[in-house]
């Protein structure tokens, strides 16, 4: 896992959401859980195209793209150019 990603995400998700960090970690599902909504899922994508230059094509949002801050930040990581270049 990416944890710079992982980390600003969960930032994000706290800050500026008002997540609780008690109630989950990097793994835990958070939309097949009911922890985020559709409103918070459409920030939280937002955010990722702003601060990281990656917008989920539509063919992949999916649970297992979004479903946990592990596997969005594996996602965002596997779309962004490689570091130096």
């Keep these: ?3 710079s ?3 600003t ?3 994000f998700l706290n800050d ?3 997540f609780d960090p008690e109630r989950y970690t990097a793994t835990t599902p958070l939309f097949s859980s ?3 909504d559709s409103f918070a899922l459409v920030a939280l994508l ?3 195209e702003e601060r990281f230059g990656v917008a989920v094509a539509p063919e992949d949002l999916s649970q ?3 479903d946990s801050i592990e596997a ?3 996602y965002i990581a596997s779309r962004q150019p490689p570091a130096g270049t």
């Design 1 to 3: 896992m990416n944890g």
């Design 5 to 7: 990603v992982a980390d």
């Design 9 to 11: 995400l969960i930032a």
């Design 16 to 18: 500026e959401l008002g």
């Design 34 to 36: 009911g922890l985020l």
């Design 46 to 48: 937002a955010f990722a």
């Design 64 to 66: 297992e793209t979004v």
């Design 72 to 74: 969005f930040s594996r």
